[in-house]
């Protein structure tokens, strides 16, 4: 027995934790007993089946004591219960990453990570259209409490603007009704993770997919995670005379996967041919061959067939002059897109997953180790990330959706990177805070997602409001993250950068993101302040706003009696600051009359011939050059009533007293 105790210590402290949290839970009166007060002991009891003879990680005590703190403290916070919740789910995946470390094996640590994810994560729409896709093709029947419609993108009723490919493959779990509709992602999400393991290391995969990017959509229908699939598979079994085959099968696969996946493809034959020496035939007649196939399918799918294939899905022809425009007249916005495509607080890369950061400084050691497996990642990790930004332009995040899963296949770069220096104290700091992410997301399922609208979900649980966005565009915002980011680069390229330093970054880090604007957003203003003022547009959708010439964010509209906004005045304030705009329209603030009328926006230049026929703005709210107001604040002291007054609607973009 005593033998048995010292080589199975992790499966036992697991099999003790989960019986700890079921009990815990009861006994304290946590919220969702029924639910998060099993599912946790589960994962655990799961982890330790699993576990095997790995050693006890001093992780786990450290997530036992702050959850058996958390849980009888619970009540004295609103915060309580879901502290102790992410704690016990960090918890289990610390315990992954022991049972990995010792095994070896991915599987064993990343099953109830993954299982945790796909569990607590409530259905959403995307899936539910996948799964109504892959009905009407195979005939399974399927019914959701959802009801979907027409998404933005699809051409009708009947076509959408996603291909039947990957319904296709998770339609097998339809035949067990909505529960079984993320049985294929899962198996599909740990398949690629076993590959990952095989190319870089068992713990960076396992980090791959137990951490942001990556955990954003782990074992949930989205389309990510066979992308990733799909690319490992030539890294893996590329070689000999059947590798050119599998390749060129691959490419074409995430092609039909999705469009955007096509240029990670483009990456991999790029990846594979222009770096070799020598041999000028093979290195260029063949890429010249495929590009050439590439043009004459798009001009036969445009006049032979009428676009059914591709045009149908994404435009015309003319609408690629956006391509064009992107990279030569708008430069400055395309490197904006890129920037926050890293930095933005709801869709960036970095904030969500700073281990990535660590995986980027371990790529120069990947480099000198091994250049072919360096170039055959780099090369298809930058063709998409670029490729994203350009042709979807400021609707790169994909959202409203989980946050982060337009970066799934930069995954397999970031676990290469990560694999030549996870042995680092300092990794071990970025990853604990990448767990805490994932654990957060777990308790509340409602902090996968964003929206687009300038306020991170996980942020403002904190208690944050981030001071710079994608929403609020400044490129100069980006100096401020990009700075840091670069120091972390730099310092962690030193071999004593030590765990400490790491976690004085991070934290330095986190303080900049939750420092709020000065002069708040209008669409951001407390609802008690707000009286019956609407916002415009009246759909949250961020594709609504993608093309918007001046701002991109949501305006609080005042346009009958009755509307008005309440601003708290402080000792220290002495202005008022209003961004606002409209075509004839006056507000009353305090005692004084505030006349507004601004200017119809100009077309660029560039788009006023984007298509057949000349463009023109049309005169709508959004299209108006916004102005900014100042008022003495010398006579109020107290509360300050805006109020619309006459004339037509006023749209405020800021308001706020400074």
């Excluded at 799964?131 to 051409?155: K, N």
């Amino acid at each position: 027995m005593r033998r048995f105790i010292e080589t199975h210590r992790l499966m036992l402290s697991c099999f003790v934790s989960g019986a700890w949290v079921f009990i815990a839970w009861k006994l304290a009166g946590m919220p969702s007993p029924g639910f998060y007060g099993r599912i946790l002991p589960g994962a655990w009891i799961l982890a330790g089946l699993l576990a095997g003879r790995a050693p006890a990680t001093k992780w786990l005590s450290v997530f036992f004591a702050v959850f058996t703190v958390s849980v009888w403290l619970w009540q004295l916070s609103e915060f309580g219960w879901i502290i102790a919740g992410a704690a016990a789910a960090a918890g289990v995946i610390a315990s992954g990453a022991a049972t990995v470390i010792h095994s070896g094996q991915v599987v064993r640590g990343i099953l109830p990570a993954v299982l945790l994810s796909a569990v607590t994560s409530a259905v959403n729409s995307d899936e539910v259209r996948f799964a109504e896709i892959a009905s009407s093709v195979t005939g399974i029947g399927y019914e959701s409490r959802l009801q979907t419609g027409l998404r933005t993108g699809d051409i009708d009723s009947e076509t959408s603007h996603h291909t039947e490919f990957f319904p296709l493959m998770i339609s097998p779990g339809l035949i067990a009704g909505e529960e079984g509709l993320r049985i294929v992602p899962v198996v599909i999400t740990i398949a690629a993770v076993v590959l990952l393991g095989g190319i870089a290391a068992p713990l960076p995969a396992f980090m791959a997919a137990a951490l942001y990017p990556g955990f954003s959509i782990s074992g949930l229908a989205y389309t990510g995670w066979l992308a990733v699939l799909l690319f490992l598979l030539p890294l893996r079994y590329g070689k000999g005379k059947y590798g050119t085959i599998l390749r060129l099968a691959v490419v074409l696969l995430l092609a039909a996967l999705k469009l955007r996946y096509g240029a990670l493809g483009a990456g991999m034959l790029a990846a594979e041919y222009f770096p070799v020496k020598g041999n000028l035939k093979k290195k260029y007649l063949f890429p010249a061959i495929l590009v050439c196939a590439l043009i004459l399918f798009l001009a036969g799918d445009r006049y032979l067939l009428h676009g059914r294939i591709f045009w149908v899905r994404y435009g015309n022809i003319e609408a690629l002059k956006l391509i064009w425009i992107n990279i030569f007249h708008r430069p400055l916005h395309l490197l904006s897109n890129l920037g926050w495509s890293l930095f933005d607080l709801e869709a960036g890369l970095f904030f969500r997953a700073p281990w990535t950061l660590v995986a980027l400084a371990g790529l120069p050691e990947l480099y000198r180790r091994d250049r072919t497996l360096f170039h055959r990642l780099v090369i298809p990790s930058a063709f998409y990330w670029f490729a994203t930004v350009i042709w979807m332009g400021s609707c790169w995040h994909g959202l409203p959706a989980p946050a982060g899963r337009m970066f799934l296949p930069l995954v397999p770069l970031f676990a290469a990177g990560f694999s030549q220096v996870w042995r680092k104290p300092a990794a071990g700091v970025f990853a604990s805070f990448s767990i805490a992410v994932s654990a957060l997301v777990i308790v509340c399922p409602a902090l996968r997602a964003n929206y687009a609208d300038g306020t991170d979900s996980l942020l403002e649980l904190l208690g944050g409001s981030g001071g710079f966005s994608m929403i609020r565009s400044n490129p100069l915002n980006l100096l401020m993250p990009a700075v840091l980011a670069a120091g972390i680069f730099a310092v962690f390229r030193r071999s004593r950068f030590a765990g400490a330093h790491a976690a004085i970054i991070l934290l330095c880090g986190f303080f900049l993101a939750g420092i709020a604007p000065v002069v708040p957003d209008a669409e951001d203003l407390d609802s008690s302040a707000v009286q019956g003022a609407p916002l415009y547009p009246r759909s949250p959708d961020p594709v609504n706003r993608a093309l918007w010439i001046t701002e991109t964010e949501r305006l609080l509209e005042l346009s009958e009696p009755g509307q008005s906004i309440l601003l708290p005045c402080n000792s220290s304030a002495d202005s008022l600051l209003l961004e606002m705009s409209s075509s004839g329209g006056a507000l009353m603030v305090g005692d004084t009359v505030i006349h507004v009328e601004t200017e119809l926006a100009e077309l660029p230049e560039d788009y006023q011939f984007l298509g057949r026929n000349e463009r023109v703005l049309p005169d709508l709210p959004e299209n108006r050059i916004m102005e900014i107001y100042h008022l003495p604040l010398n006579a109020y002291r107290d509360t300050l009533r805006i109020i619309w007054y006459s004339g037509n609607p006023v749209y405020l973009d800021r308001a706020g007293v400074f």
